[in-house]
């Protein structure tokens, strides 16, 4: 949570990354939360003269190997989940400072499988509003075409889709 003291965790990878305190800037979540900047590795544009990707594979390959981290992995297997969004966030924190970024609106990368959570003025009212959408295994339950976003129209689409695979 923004404004609290970050845990022993996020204490060693902003001294592995040497992210200036004054990259730090609050962020708020699909569902209201404000947070210390964390980027899901959704969508992203980014300007390949800054070398960002390149350095988040250097990065990731040798983080994810690191002891320290492997400590972590074995508390808790989301650590090792998610060391990839974990090394971007590093990676962009270090190397932009906040002026240099631009926050896409919620239409894109929109989570539908915490739909339910996102503050109900903020939800859209159709699949179509959005232009892209993390779904994680929404597609993979048997009643998806239930999901309140979800119409006839877009269940056909999908259909049409399948085939063509």
């Not at 003269?49 to 390149?54: A, D, I, N, T, W």
């Not at 990731?60 to 090792?80: E, I, S, T, W």
């Not at 075409?145 to 979800?150: A, D, N, Q, R």
Request: proline letters at 7%; a negative charge; glycine letters at 4%.
């Amino acid at each position: 949570t923004w404004g609290q003291p970050v845990d022993d965790f996020w204490a060693i990878l902003y001294a592995k990354f040497n992210i200036p305190s004054d990259h730090l800037f609050p962020m708020t979540t699909h569902t209201g939360e404000e947070i210390y900047p964390y980027f899901n590795c959704g969508v992203y544009v980014v300007r390949p003269e800054h070398g960002l990707l390149k350095r988040w594979q250097n990065d990731f390959l040798n983080l994810y190997q690191d002891p320290v981290m492997q400590g972590y992995y074995q508390q808790d297997d989301k650590y090792a989940v998610f060391i990839h969004q974990l090394v971007f966030t590093g990676v962009m924190l270090s190397e932009l400072g906040r002026e240099e970024m631009f926050e896409l609106s919620p239409v894109y990368n929109y989570p539908l499988h915490l739909h339910q959570d996102v503050p109900e003025e903020q939800r859209p009212s159709s699949i179509w509003d959005l232009v892209t959408a993390r779904y994680e295994s929404i597609f993979w339950e048997d009643d998806w075409e239930s999901h309140p976003l979800v119409d006839e129209k877009f269940v056909e689409w999908v259909g049409r889709q399948q085939i063509m695979i």
